[in-house]
């Protein structure tokens, strides 16, 4: 059975940097394409990460590009995304996912991806 355990959330601050890392069971990271996405309230889940599995060629939103990373330690069967010059905007539930066949042209659609995470909760405020 497939687990994706996401944790690192919190109450940050304008400006501040955080790291998510999200846990696998069941399935090896290293075979899969890994993403994060992450839903404010009131609003759809959105795009903001995502590592392809065959070459680990790593893919950004624009609105995070430049700010956030993600990376992948094979070894523990974890992800990570790094997130530097948090907003307001920023602030969601950031959900871990992963998928092993999806096609590179849905790599931005969360419908491709078979394993989610719980979710782990982000608050930017002042």
């Known amino acids: 059975q497939v687990h994706l355990v996401e944790s690192g959330g919190g109450l940050m601050q304008p400006g501040d940097s955080l790291r998510l890392s999200c846990a696998a069971s069941g399935l090896s990271f290293s075979r899969f394409t890994v993403a994060w996405f992450r839903q404010a309230p009131g609003k759809e889940r959105e795009f903001v990460a995502a590592?392809?599995?065959?070459?680990?060629?790593?893919y950004y939103a624009d609105s995070v590009k430049d700010r956030f990373t993600i990376s992948k330690d094979n070894a523990k069967n974890t992800v990570f995304l790094q997130m530097n010059s948090l907003t307001p905007e920023d602030a969601a539930i950031y959900y871990c996912?992963?998928?092993?066949?999806?096609?590179?042209?849905?790599?931005?659609?969360?419908?491709?991806?078979?394993?989610w995470g719980q979710g782990t909760q982000v608050t930017v405020s002042s």
């Open positions: 590592m392809f599995r065959s070459y680990g060629r790593a």
């Open positions: 996912a992963a998928d092993s066949t999806l096609i590179l042209s849905s790599l931005r659609s969360a419908a491709a991806y078979d394993y």
